[in-house]
């Protein structure tokens, strides 16, 4: 495998944003997953949506672990510092670099194997620190690096390309998050862009832990019939409950919703999202309904897809701990320490 | 034997039972008479119920390790009374609770022993429980303090220093000393045939646990990321530098925090946050111990391949595995200098006491930003946990922090294209950017095989290329890194090397080796990889005894991979009960290797 850059001709019909910058500008390296991946979909979506939101390249940081969707923080945005860390310790990872300096945004990618195998116990914690970043997990059921072996996130009786169905209960991210306090949870599917751009628009201006589970069909160990996380099973079990509009700060909310429709949640950093609900009796500021709910439908076989839940006013982990505005990692070490006179003083207390 | 200023007092206590604060109140009344002090604490793996000591060594010759002998016992455990018994040295002196009886077939006729009813005394002078258990360790300060002649208005001045203005506090206190004290003079001669004098050797001093100095290096440091899982003995490293950072890094205005504690939920993670935060740009530290070294492996590959600035603390307790975790070790050398798979090897610095974890800790971070690799403060139990009388430490104003090779957005500016880990300078260290700082200087931090410009790579050269500029730093760093300690007292072909702990004691042995007229040469590595210097000294000598507290020589393994030492002439002396090194063993130790060298 080599790492090929793309040409960066623009042609001038492009788009610009606010920056001046066209997608061209957010994209990475050639993707070197297989043809047809859901992950390159995800890619194209995230590419997207940092292009929508005029994120300064430079003030993006793009983090992951290992696998076929650890990779793909390489195939968007060049122009923003990347951490391909170890196998499932993104998160911990992202915890530290947003410490040090809480001014940029963090994107995570991770997959079902690094999140919810060998990276859950990362996981659950930065979803209860409410480390504030967006954290996207493509999710396909199986190890694609290793050649198809299960991960903790196959269903029931989903089936392999060879050798015995799955018996062990699967992991779903989504309840996960729910159960540990996420304060933005949202599902989606690599073939429903429409769908997914907001999602990660909104995860990436929410104010804490944003998730978006997006089921990712792995074209090549996952995508057989029998299997669970296939494309095909999956449009024809996907429900859509809650959809979203992304509203930019002072942008006016112009597009017209039936009475009821429409719920306006006003993010920190004055941009709104439009929830529009497809099914009325789904409440997504209700954490105890939101479980039940998906509980159900999960029972049913439903993939339910949307923003799941939303909790602006839950305060992010730097709020929680009391930390100066500023990031850290700019403030002049000679400051942080009282001098000569103030280690008399503490000295003091030793003799 | 005991003389005046050279006593050892050993406290036998029931853990949880509150005789810490009695305890520091009699070493440190002994060190306010100017006298110098070393107070070791020998504890259990628990928080109520199983034996602990503390053990007072009172030396006027300033010696620093533990000494081997017990003068004084007060034995306040019934269930260690038997061994504590049997510790102590022909002509000292066991002091007990007389409240109750005890078994005579216990005595010795070579020592002398002492009853005082201390609990008895106490529960007439004192109502409720827990006063009463408290003020009868007081009491028995009070009973020493009349045994060796200890001056009692220190002893109330360092109570008023403790209680403030709660005047009942003290009162009670001073009651409690003066029911020990009063009983002994009654009952007793005293003081002893031996004394504690004043003396001025004290000045300049304190006394302070290294644990609690590297906590106080690294606010100086400038650290503002602080990553851990607690862990038995490193785990009030982090307490001390949160306790300085509320003093000194909250806004007095806002309330609001320049520094960032975070404890994990395991060791992984918590390096997986120093990486992340120091990848960013901010001094990042963990401390931690031998398991937690083992789970932090991973990572630390990572960060030497990836060439990430990062500080752990180790310090260091008994292995293998969950070992025994309260005792001390220096038995994780080998497993930090080459921490993960492939082809690794680390910085390591080794503090020899708590003054050096202060001023090792400040460098440490300095030396990490400028080599751009994890470095490793070695420090073990015995340094970290106990009490050592050591130099006030100095801060020069002047001094300014090493950040190391930064581009700034200037430099990024002047510059054609940013390549993350070109050797630009020859020295085997790349420069590099921080997030946040501009588009220029973005690169892909990845721990899979990359290009010198920090492109993913397959291809053999390119990787090799890498991993080959990494020897060239590995050279830089051996130019960089603290140089030894050497003394050539009386040159004669044989030396002691030791390292971090085993300083205290080897030097003291010296001393008395010397008084024999046996003379030896002294060097204290306090760094890997090691610097010319090293490699120098060893070819100057015939023999050299390798003093270090693990099973394996792991000191001298590395001597041999790194500094061209002849194994046929690196003579292992090795202590690796747990207890901390004494100079008696290395005397012992050296004097049977001298024996057998003139039999062959």
């Not at chain 1, 999956?234 to 979203?244: E, G, K």
């Not at chain 2, 409690?176 to 004043?198: M, N, Q, T, W």
């Not at chain 2, 060791?267 to 031998?290: D, H, K």
């Amino acid at each position: 495998m080599s790492y090929i850059a793309k040409p960066k001709v623009t042609h001038p019909s492009l788009k610009r944003n606010r920056l001046g910058l066209t997608t061209r500008d957010y994209e990475g390296t050639v993707s070197t997953l297989c043809a047809g991946c859901g992950h390159d979909s995800v890619t194209a979506a995230i590419i997207q949506a940092v292009f929508d939101l005029d994120i300064e390249p430079h003030m993006l940081a793009k983090m992951s672990g290992i696998g076929c969707s650890s990779k793909t923080p390489a195939y968007f945005a060049s122009q923003s510092h990347g951490f391909n860390s170890v196998h499932g310790r993104m998160p911990s990872v992202t915890t530290g670099a947003n410490m040090a300096n809480r001014e940029l945004t963090y994107i995570g990618v991770s997959g079902d194997g690094d999140s919810l195998s060998i990276g859950v116990g990362q996981f659950v914690h930065a979803i209860r620190r409410n480390l504030n970043m967006c954290y996207i997990i493509e999710n396909n059921g199986v190890y694609g690096l290793t050649k198809g072996q299960f991960s903790a996130s196959a269903d029931i009786g989903s089936r392999p390309k060879k050798g015995l169905p799955n018996q062990q209960e699967p992991i779903d991210p989504v309840s996960t998050a729910l159960s540990l306090g996420a304060s933005y949870v949202a599902r989606s599917f690599s073939g429903d862009k429409a769908q997914l751009v907001p999602l990660i628009k909104g995860a990436l201006r929410h104010s804490g832990f944003a998730l978006v589970d997006v089921i990712s069909p792995c074209v090549t160990f996952n995508d057989h019939e029998g299997s669970t996380k296939s494309y095909a099973h999956t449009r024809q079990f996907y429900h859509h409950v809650v959809d979203l509009d992304y509203v930019p700060p002072a942008e006016e909310i112009r597009a017209a919703y039936d009475d009821g429709e429409a719920m306006p949640v006003e993010l920190h950093d004055g941009s709104t999202l439009v929830l529009r609900k497809v099914d009325q009796e789904y409440d997504p500021t209700s954490r105890a309904a939101a479980f039940k709910y998906l509980r159900q439908r999960f029972n049913e076989g439903e993939i339910v897809t949307g923003l799941l839940y939303i909790d602006d006013e839950r305060r992010e982990m730097h709020d929680l701990m009391g930390n100066v505005d500023r990031p850290l990692s700019e403030l002049e070490l000679g400051t942080l320490h009282p001098g000569k006179a103030g280690l008399r003083k503490i000295l003091d207390g030793y003799n | 034997m005991a003389a005046n200023n050279d006593i050892v007092i050993k406290i036998a206590t029931v853990n949880g039972t509150g005789s810490a604060s009695a305890n520091g109140l009699l070493r440190k009344a002994i060190f306010r008479m100017g006298v110098p002090v070393v107070g070791k604490n020998y504890f259990p793996s628990n928080i109520q119920g199983l034996p602990t000591w503390y053990e007072i060594r009172v030396t006027g010759d300033g010696y620093q390790s533990r000494s081997n002998r017990v003068d004084i016992m007060v034995a306040m455990n019934a269930q260690t009374y038997q061994r504590d018994m049997a510790e102590v040295a022909p002509g000292g002196l066991l002091i007990y609770d007389a409240t109750w009886p005890r078994p005579d077939l216990l005595d010795r006729e070579d020592i002398q022993v002492v009853g005082i009813p201390l609990s008895r005394l106490c529960n007439e002078n004192f109502d409720g429980v827990r006063a009463r258990i408290l003020m009868k360790n007081i009491a028995y300060v009070g009973a020493l303090a009349a045994f060796l002649d200890l001056e009692l208005d220190i002893i109330t001045g360092l109570l008023t220093e403790t209680f403030g203005d709660k005047q009942h506090m003290i009162d009670a206190n001073m009651q409690a000393i003066r029911l020990g004290h009063d009983y002994a003079v009654e009952h007793f001669e005293c003081p002893l045939s031996y004394k504690v004098e004043p003396m001025d050797r004290a000045d300049g001093h304190i006394v302070i646990d290294g644990n609690t100095a590297a906590g106080l290096g690294c606010l100086y440091a400038g650290a503002t990321v602080g990553a851990w899982y607690p862990i038995t003995p490193s785990t009030s490293l982090m307490d001390a530098f949160r306790s300085f950072c509320n003093e000194y890094r909250v806004d007095p205005e806002t309330g609001k925090r320049t520094y960032a504690i975070i404890q994990a939920e395991d060791e992984l993670a918590a390096i997986g946050m120093v990486l992340g935060a120091a990848w960013n740009g901010a001094r990042a530290f963990t401390p931690t111990s031998g398991p937690g070294i083992s789970l932090m492996s991973e990572f630390l590959g990572f960060a030497y391949y990836a060439e990430i600035p990062s500080v752990v603390f180790n310090v260091q307790r008994t292995g293998p595995s969950t070992g025994m975790p309260t005792r001390t070790q220096q038995s994780d050398i080998i497993a930090c200098a080459y921490a993960s798979h492939g082809d690794t090897k680390h910085v390591l610095l080794f503090p020899a006491d708590p003054a050096e974890c202060f001023y090792t800790a400040v460098e440490a971070f300095d030396l990490a930003e400028r080599l751009q690799t994890p470095v490793f403060v070695m420090s073990d139990l015995d340094i970290g946990m106990n009490d050592w009388m050591v130099p006030e430490f100095e801060w020069d104003e002047s001094y300014v922090h090493a950040r190391g090779k930064v581009l700034g957005k200037e430099e990024l500016d002047s510059i054609e294209k940013f390549y993350r880990y070109l050797d630009v300078d020859g020295d085997g260290i790349p420069y590099r950017t921080l997030p946040g700082v501009d588009p220029k200087g973005a690169y892909f931090t990845r721990g899979s095989g990359h290009t010198r410009h920090g492109a993913y790579t397959e291809d053999s050269a390119a990787y090799q290329d890498v991993v080959d500029r990494l020897l060239v730093k590995w050279e830089t760093a051996r130019s960089m890194v603290p140089e030894p300690e050497i003394e050539y007292s009386k040159f004669n072909k044989a030396a002691i090397l030791t390292v971090g702990s085993g300083a205290a004691a080897c030097r003291e042995a010296l001393d008395r080796l010397a008084a024999d007229n046996v003379g030896l040469n002294y060097c204290r590595v306090k760094a890997f990889p090691f610097s010319d210097r090293v490699r120098e000294f060893l070819a100057q000598h015939e023999v050299v005894y390798v003093v270090e507290q693990n099973r394996d020589a792991q000191l001298r393994t590395l001597l041999i991979l790194d500094a061209d030492g002849d194994p046929r002439k690196l003579v292992p002396l090795l202590h690796y009960n747990g207890m901390p090194i004494n100079a008696g063993f290395v005397v012992d130790a050296v004097r049977k290797e001298l024996t057998k060298g003139r039999a062959a």
